[in-house]
């Protein structure tokens, strides 16, 4: 009796032992055949729950995941140009010639005032927003350089190698989301389910096309750089000379700018005065039309005291 128990009871472990080893069998099959979502954080019920994992990344990378070189580097390139011209007409169409044979475009341009031999005064100036490749950017400012008087130049360069990089590699991590997304469309056979899967496409295809357009103003910013103008129309080109360092210097560089500044005035003056002459003689001629009867009234009333007082003196 006892040994039947003892078999009975070595029975019954050798079972549950074979059991447990055809659990253990399932599982890992089970693990092993579901699919890998490559950096999705896997789906409990919702077509929502799929979401890219945030991969690790370091700044200013390279496209092939290291650390960005030189010549990777996205750098935005703008300049400002502060020119003068004697001949402002011609002036304008070089600037838009000299943009177009650098491969550039004119992005704005603004023209103000009136001709400078209207007044003898300078009135007009124009403001350029002009965008030219940027690896030819020393030449092109040269070539301005060399076509009017610079008084001043500023440069400035902006990295945006990290935002570049960065919006690639989410842009790299959707499509491969989207990927995903098509793949399980074509398996999915419960209608909420497959519109929720939809939802989620169409969401992830919105950041895509929003990424893409950001990458490309990116590539477009730093392949094409800035180049703001002001022109101005003068008589004369300003001397850009170093400020005086004595006082005597200063006194001597005051007492010139100031018979340079009255001369200039003098002249303005003068022409401006020429230009007023016509509207002045009109006005006079009008003024002594007007005073006419007023002074034939005065001079008959002086013309009846005057014989009023040769009466009385009779």
Known sequence: MKKYVKKLLAATLAALAVLAALGCSAKIGADTAAPSTGGYSGYSGEAGDYAAETPDQNRSVAPDGGEASTDTRKIVKTVALDLETKDFD???????????AAGGYVELSYISGRSLYEHGITLRSAEFTLRVPAAGLGDFTGALAGKFNVLSRKESSTDITDAYYDSKSQLDSLRLQEERLLAMLGE????????????KLAEVRYKIDSLYQTIQRYD???????????????????KVTEPPKTFGERLSQSFFDSWANFARSAQDFTVGLVYALPSILTLAAIAAIAALPVYRILMRKKARKKETDNSENK
Do not use: F
Not at 188 to 199: F, P, R, T
Not at 220 to 238: F, G
């Open 90 to 100: 011609k002036g304008v169409s070089e600037i838009e010639e000299l943009t177009e």
């Open 188 to 199: 999915a056979g419960d209608l909420e389910y497959l519109l929720k899967l939809e939802d």
């Open 220 to 238: 477009k910013a730093v392949e094409m750089a800035t180049v703001n103008v002001t022109l101005s129309e003068v008589v004369e080109y300003q």
